[in-house]
């Protein structure tokens, strides 16, 4: 399909009023238009008064527009945003829904009313559900009477990726459950000027002016032409120093001001490529065309030119050294700096989201603006527009930094509304494989005399940005990525800058009210629409709940045993989300959706349910097992008289049988080994009947040493590499401590050896909770020694503080029987264990030390001890004392710093190198008043949650040492003047001296925090160094006097040591 750039121009400017009158004034419709933009396939597309493309729109620098845009929609609603444009003091016309206004809703109208104040190149687009991806896109030229380059004729160029169905139809399944990884929706063509194979008639020595704007909603291109030159001169309404390319790279929503200088001669024509960033395709779909070619015509006579190829594409102008034709100077240190980290995951619903700090921006009830509006004094306390927003409360007049570390492994491009800043940093990319880079304050890049600016920029695969601007527009300004599938995934946060400056410049048209009273959204209250306590967010819209421990980014990832054709036959095995068992698939979503909405289901690790029968010939049941925070479904035939039991009891031995093949199940393990699992499987069926379940039978029948070299090929599994104290083979079973540092995974078992019915296996967990009180100076509070005589000093273990540490022995697979004679320190408290569901307590009770076959799940705690390192012991001294011989190398090392004369604190956390991981770490401030409340500032690592009464939370969900440190940033926000005592002193002194006016004065307390309380688990070696003396089991209550309790024993040691029996 070809086209004339003459004729497009012309129909895309229909209504655009292009007389000298300061008041622009535009009246449009939405609406579908039939439309054919590839040549390939026809399709409705958002138009405005029933034609598409959109016009062009020009003004000039001080003229007014008033555009009326009118929802013609039949059910969507619909907002329009003016990108690039500042909006100053006219927020409310910015456009992103809910967040600076309400939706328009079908057959209502909104007046977009704001004076131009800029020059240069933008762009208007929809800024609702995907929907400029759907046609609803234009550029908005402001012309520049005093343009400081010389050209001859100003043409307009978009590039653009183009879909064939409704963005309301791919976001759903963009959205899904189905889509457990994030993939992005492959366009199916690539559009220039809204068509393909395009035909720009030039006439020759001239100069040409393009504006060239990415409308895109996904891809970035590549652009060069046949022996012709881009010449830049503005980049996103910034003028700057002429750079001369031969490639340009522009991401969705940027925008470039180019020069092209035509050829004298006449004879030829010559070729205007693009291409696609194939790096930002997941897939490449064999029929997808990735270059498209268009055509510079200066003799139309004369034959169209080839496709015109290029030997490398990483010839592109980097914008980075781009000057400002203005010479602004790099501004001042920042005031204020706001850490983000990008990251993809999926949370429990199985969807695939974007998160900022694991936080995925989640719609309010109230848009921002009209929060802040509506809020009063509140409106300076981030609290009130929600938990879900990632919303950070700017000073007016700060400088502000925002340092985006890109932990993903694709390309974003960003954009600010509301300003354009300084890019003063962007680092290399780091190919997938390697850990990403993040930014460090105190090893950075030198930054330049004169930043490029814009208000558009990408951020490099697991690479940081740092980007500086002053906030000098009072306003609430979203910053997102600009490729649309990932705003829709939440990538997103909200800039609140100077609220009290919004109150006094703004407030909410009535023709707002309106459109708000008839969509059905309030336009008063914080972000869970409550306008008498804009502290209180009960009801807010928050994020779907993370997944249980177990799930992968795979997502749910479910069993399903299809054994139709005769009772437990086995038909297939397939995975959830694979296979399209359309009546069954209703159902599983719907257990999905109520397991993860359920709070007592969430906590319920392990249970069972008997689903109806599903809707099959002949009549099947679903069972529905969750364990090991894996949901298993089991599809059987209905049979009469069938012990209902059966069926339970197969899947609990298969899932016993996979953990005891696999290791701790996910789903990317079931699914890598999915032929050993058929195997298994074959074996323990008989034509659709439980055949053989035990372990050891299974064992000689199918082979899994490959499969275990495998799992644990980075873990030295061979007696002979085993190091620490050699035992005999008559003790008991001992866990004690060496002084090698290995940090490898611990395996369970090596891949020629069997057990018997009456071996135990045990994890060993610490579980630490120690009170921390602050300090006022850089001086660090250990968890760890590295001297006996260092570390403890008296304010870390002051009256008010405790520290314990906890370690429990849980049951990784335990069949016969244990008797608890335990020999341990003296110092410590010992527990009774805490039995499985699965023991009848009568009988263990009436036969102290009998348990039978426990499953492999971690509920059965056998022994558990605690030290109180405050207590005194038996001889008289502390504990804190005694132990500190024992406590050399725990696993976390702490600072805990408050500043002197603010309210601001910060707390640093490092793992010790000895230690793998740590799965997951709490911290609990705590305030010295009730009524305070704690406000991040920033966090580098973790997810905050206020508590009320004066607690805060910072969780962790992963550490791994020498990765990054994770530091918290907060301050004190004081919700009460000085105390009643202050305020008589005062009023004493008031009286005394009636002239001292300042005296009466309430002054603010500053306030800190008390205490910070660190809670984490570490399960694998004990890092403590603390041991037990001995475990022994009683053989005089095994299983028989044919059956010895034990052929050899293996225990761990504290630093990845073991010894297998042989």
């Known amino acids: 399909m070809r086209a004339t750039l003459t004729s497009l121009l012309v129909s895309i400017t229909f209504l655009v009023s292009l007389v000298a009158a300061e008041t622009h004034t535009w009246y449009f419709k939405t609406g579908w238009v039939n439309a054919n933009p590839d040549g390939v396939y026809e399709r409705p597309m958002i138009g405005f008064n029933d034609t598409w493309p959109l016009p062009t729109l020009r003004v000039k620098k001080g003229d007014r527009v008033q555009l009326y845009l009118i929802n013609g929609f039949d059910n969507l609603n619909t907002t329009l945003h003016f990108h690039g444009l500042f909006q100053n003091g006219t927020n409310q016309m910015d456009g992103p829904e809910m967040v600076t206004q309400c939706p328009i809703p079908p057959g209502e109208t909104y007046l977009y009313n704001f004076t131009v104040d800029q020059v240069g190149t933008y762009w208007y687009h929809s800024h609702t559900a995907g929907q400029y991806g759907d046609g609803m896109r234009g550029v908005f030229v402001i012309d520049d009477d005093d343009f400081p380059y010389d050209y001859d004729e100003d043409v307009v160029l978009t590039v653009g990726d183009h879909y064939h169905k409704y963005s309301s139809d791919i976001i759903p399944s963009f959205l899904s459950r189905f889509n457990p990884t994030g993939a992005e929706p492959i366009p199916q063509n690539f559009l220039f000027n809204e068509t393909r194979n395009l035909t720009w008639k030039v006439e020759p020595g001239k100069t040409y002016l393009v504006r060239i704007v990415n409308v895109g909603g996904f891809v970035s291109q590549y652009l060069w032409m046949e022996d012709h030159e881009f010449t830049v001169v503005e980049v996103d309404g910034i003028y700057v120093e002429k750079n001369t390319t031969d490639m340009l790279y522009i991401t969705t929503a940027q925008r470039y001001s180019v020069l092209i200088n035509t050829k004298n001669s006449t004879d030829k024509n010559y070729a205007f490529m693009q291409r696609v960033d194939t790096d930002m395709l997941d897939v490449i779909p064999s029929d997808l065309q990735l270059n498209g070619t268009n055509y510079i015509v200066y003799n ?317 010939e002949p009549p099947c049941l679903i069972f529905n097992f969750i364990q090991s925070g894996l949901q298993f479904y089991l599809l059987c035939k209905e049979i009469d008289n069938a012990n209902p039991l059966i069926p339970s009891i197969f899947i609990q031995r298969l899932i016993e049988v996979m953990e005891d093949y696999f290791g701790d199940l996910n789903s990317v393990k079931i699914e890598a080994n999915n032929e050993i699992l058929t195997l298994l499987l074959y074996q323990m069926l008989d034509d659709g009947t439980p055949y053989i379940t035990d372990f050891n039978k299974l064992r000689d029948l199918v082979s899994y040493k490959s499969l275990l070299s495998k799992l644990l090929s980075s873990a030295t599994t061979v007696a002979s590499k085993a190091t620490g104290t050699a035992m005999s083979n008559k003790g008991p079973l001992d866990l004690h401590k060496t002084n090698n540092h290995q940090t490898s995974d611990i395996p369970w078992r090596r891949s020629n050896v069997k057990h018997t019915n009456n071996e135990m296996y045990v994890d060993v967990i610490e579980t630490v909770n120690v009170i921390i009180k602050p300090t006022t100076k850089k001086a660090k509070r250990h968890l760890q020694s590295e001297k006996q005589n260092q570390g403890f000093d008296s304010a870390f273990y002051s009256s008010a503080s405790s520290k314990s540490l906890n370690h429990d022995i849980e049951n990784h697979l335990i069949s016969g029987y244990i008797d608890g004679e335990i020999n341990f320190l003296r110092t410590s408290r010992i527990e009774l264990p805490s039995l499985h569901r699965c023991i009848d307590f009568d009988v263990w009770n009436e036969k102290r030390g009998i348990l039978s076959f426990i499953p492999p799940d971690g509920k059965s705690t056998l022994m558990r001890y605690q030290i109180d390192l405050n207590q005194t012991n038996q001889y008289g001294t502390s504990n804190k004392q005694s132990m500190l011989s024992m406590i050399k190398s725990t696993s976390i090392e702490a600072e805990f710093i408050c500043h002197e004369n603010t309210s601001d604190f910060e707390i640093r956390l490092n793992l010790s190198p000895s230690i793998s991981k740590i799965d997951s770490l709490n911290v609990e401030i705590v305030c010295e008043h009730p009524e305070d409340q704690i406000k991040m500032n920033r966090v580098t690592h973790g997810d905050f949650s206020s508590k009320g009464n004066g607690k ?77 003396d001995s475990l022994k089991i009683i053989s005089a209550k095994g299983l028989g006097d044919t059956v010895k309790p034990y052929k050899g024993v293996k225990y761990m040691t504290k630093s990845g040591n073991y010894i297998v029996r042989s």
């Not at 550490?959 to 305020?983: A, C, M």
Request: glycine fraction near 6%; charge should be negative; hydrophobic fraction near 35%.
């Open 952 to 1028: 805060a939370e910072w969780i962790l969900r992963q550490l791994k040492p020498n990765v990054f440190s994770p530091v918290f940033y907060g301050s004190i926000i004081s919700n009460t003047e000085n105390s009643s005592d202050e305020e008589e002193e005062e009023e004493k002194e008031g009286a005394r001296d009636e002239n001292n006016q300042a005296k009466h004065d309430k002054k603010v307390r500053i306030s800190k925090p008390s205490y910070i309380k660190l809670s984490y688990s570490h399960k694998g070696p004990v890092p403590s160094g603390l041991k037990v």
């Open 300 to 616: 139309e006579d004369a034959s169209l030119p080839e496709a015109y190829d290029v030997d490398s594409l990483d010839n592109y102008l980097d914008d980075f050294y781009l000057k400002p034709l203005s010479k602004e100077k790099l501004l001042d240190d920042a005031d204020y700096t706001i850490t983000v980290d990008v990251q993809m995951d999926n949370l429990g619903n199985g969807v695939n989201y974007a998160f900022f700090n694991n936080i995925t921006y989640t719609t309010p009830k109230v848009p921002t603006l009209l929060t802040v509006l509506s809020a009063g004094d509140a409106a300076t306390n981030e609290l009130v527009y929600g938990t879900n927003t990632n919303s950070f409360v700017l000073q007016g007049g700060d400088v502000v930094d925002i340092v985006l570390n890109n932990l993903d492994t694709g390309k974003h491009p960003f954009h600010l509304h509301g300003h354009a800043f300084q890019l003063i940093e962007r680092h290399k990319e780091i190919p997938e494989g390697e850990d990403p880079v993040t930014y460090n304050a105190t090893d950075h890049a030198d930054w330049p005399e004169y930043p490029m600016v814009r208000d558009t920029v990408y951020v490099r695969p697991q690479s940081y940005i740092v980007m500086r601007f002053k906030a000098d527009n009072p306003g609430v300004w979203f910053f997102h990525c600009h490729i649309e599938w990932h705003l829709e995934q939440g990538l997103a946060f909200q800039l609140i800058e100077d609220p009290q400056g919004i109150q006094k410049n703004e407030k909410i048209t009535d023709n707002h009210k309106q459109i708000c009273e008839k969509v059905g959204v309030p336009w008063e209250g914080n972000a869970a629409a409550n306008s008498k306590d804009y502290l209180n967010l009960v009801g807010e819209n928050v994020q779907v709940k993370r997944l249980p421990t177990g799930f992968t980014a795979k997502g749910i990832v479910a069993l399903v045993f299809s054994c139709i054709s005769a009772f437990l036959g086995l038909a297939a095995i397939s995975y959830y989300g694979m296979n399209d068992i359309e009546n069954m698939e209703k159902r599983v979503a719907r257990d999905l959706d109520v397991y993860f909405d359920d709070d007592d289901d969430e906590e319920e690790e392990e249970e069972q349910s008997i689903t109806e029968q599903a809707a099959t």
